[in-house]
Every structure is written in structure tokens, then in C-alpha cells.
């Protein structure tokens, strides 16, 4: 039953139904506590800072709090030393703030911020203390708050350092093994971590790669995928597209040479965001239906009304017998999917233009 249990959670979770999301943890948090094993512990922890997330999504500070500080207590009270502790006051500290609780999140920014200087963890030291400064100007406190600028930027650079060497010694392997997305995601991650190391000539060297393969993945990827998926799909890529644009509006003077480049990919990302929108069911639909293709319109229809099905099955499950059903007609309307674009003439490709 918890497998189902977890499965409802995350289909709540990416539909934003917060509600839900906090009954269902709320049951694994029962199920949690029926068990004495130290991994039922940490996992009642994980589903509590599950449900401070979805009550702070509400705004519902106050139980968002009362959730948070349960996942606080696991920590204080079994592992001091894991460095999910820091993180979990600092979310308990955030929530406080939010709440105007401010004496006691002032306190928890603090205690955050030292652990994360004990476990030289810079980059959530400096969130801790931009998130401490925001605190204290909501309280009208003109307070001084220690940065750690240059711990933090050698921190980072060196983290930013490890991801561009990882990311880069397994391009080719992402490529043939995990397919065209992941490899355009992993180039949009290195361009992303050369922007924030303000190498802007091989974060545009990257951006070059990454936008192009992008378009070429998502066309691929998008046959196979339902409306909703798409968008979680294209949603996923949003931020590094976002961070695009980030670096066309601060980079600092000095890079002229870089603008015809980026000007060109700037104009090739809004035909790609452009083609994402209009790339819904309703558009493909009306272009299908004006091909008056009866059989390829049937068996589109009929992919649509299996989605449906799908998407309704997912959301009531209870049994293994309901997941597998989901299973059994996901495999099914894949296959049909498979058919589908077997047969497709080339225009269907022209909705990602």
C-alpha cells in the first residue's frame, strides 16, 4: 500500500493540489510511525519537510512551522552531524519570518549559519545570511550580518569547477546512453555554471550547443509524451533558459564581441518558446483535423481519451492491482503512440518550429 501511497503524493505534488499532498504524507507519516527502525525515522523527517513545503506553498506559515520544527527535532535528536540539519533550520527559519515570528528566526538563521561554517558548506551559508538580512529588515533592525563573501565565492568556484568537469567528461556517454534531452540538459547545465563563473565566452561557446540540441530533443521527445507531460518537460528547462537571458541583461561591459552571438541565439529561443506554446493538444487537433485525415485523427482521438483514462486511474489508486492497471494501459497507448508516428506525415513536425 505505501508504494501507492508515495506514487499519490508525487502526481499531487506536480498538479500543485497542496492538500492532497499533506493527507498523503500525513498517512506515511502514520504508517512511519509504526515502525521502530532507524530508517523509518529518517523517512517520517523527510515526509514532515514534505508537508512544511506544501503548507509554505498555501502560505499556511504557521503550520508549515509546526511541521518544519518535527523535521528539526529528528535531527537534533538522532544525527547532529548530517548536514541536512542546517538546511532543515534554515527552512524552519524562513517559514518563522514569514510568520513574523522573528525572534525565534533570527535564532534559527543563526544556529543554521554556524553549522554551515562548521561543514564548510558556503553556499547555503551565504542563502542563510541573504535570508538573516531579509529578516532583519522586516523587522526594522538595521543589523550587520557577516557575508563570508570570500569563503563563498571560493566555495562556489569550486563547486561550479567539479559540475563542468563531471558534466563534460560524460557528454558523449549522456548522449549514446541516456538520449538526446539529458545530453541537451547537461549542456545547458555547463553553459549555466560558466555564466556563474562569469566566463561568458564558453557560457555563449555552451549556449550555442545547448539551445539547438534542445530543439532537436524536445521535437523527439514531445511525440512520445502527453500535454502534460510536455510542459513538465519544457518547465524543467525554463530555468536554464531563464539563466539565458540573465546573463544577455548583466554582463558586465567588455564582451561586445559576444552580442551578434547572443543576440542570434536570443532570437533562436524565442521561436523555440514560441513553438513550446503553441504546441498544445487543442492546436494539433484543429491542424489534424483540417488535414482531414479520418484514421490519423481516430487514432490521435483515441490516444487523447487514453491519457484521460490514465490520468484519472493515476489519481484514484488505492491497490498494486489499480498501479498496474495504469502500467498496463501506459504500455498500451505507448505502443499506439508508436503506431501513431509511424504512419504521421512530416507537417506534424512543424507545430516546434
Known sequence: MLPILIMQVCAFSLSEQQSEAIRCFNEAVGFYQTKSDASSSLKMAACYKSIGNAYSAQRDFAHAIAAYQKCVDYYEHMDTQNTEYPKALLRLAKAEERNKNYEESVAHHKQAMKLFEEHGMYQDYSEAASSLKICYMDMGVDEN???????????????????????TENLEMTREYLGKLAYATSLGIIAGSYELKQDYVQAVSYYKQYIPALREAISEEFRMQSEAERMLTWREEENRIRDFFDMMATRPVGYESLNGDI?????????????????SSIEFGKLLAQKENKKLKMMYDDIKSADEQIRVLRSNMQTEEDANNVLTLERENKNACFSYYAIAPKWQTLLIT
Open 263 to 279: 543576440a542570434a541565439l536570443a532570437y533562436d529561443v524565442e521561436l523555440l518558446s514560441k513553438g513550446i506554446l503553441l504546441n
Open 145 to 167: 550580518v557577516d557575508f563570508k563573501d570570500d569563503a563563498s565565492a571560493s566555495e562556489k568556484k569550486a563547486i561550479l569547477d567539479k559540475v563542468i568537469a563531471e558534466e
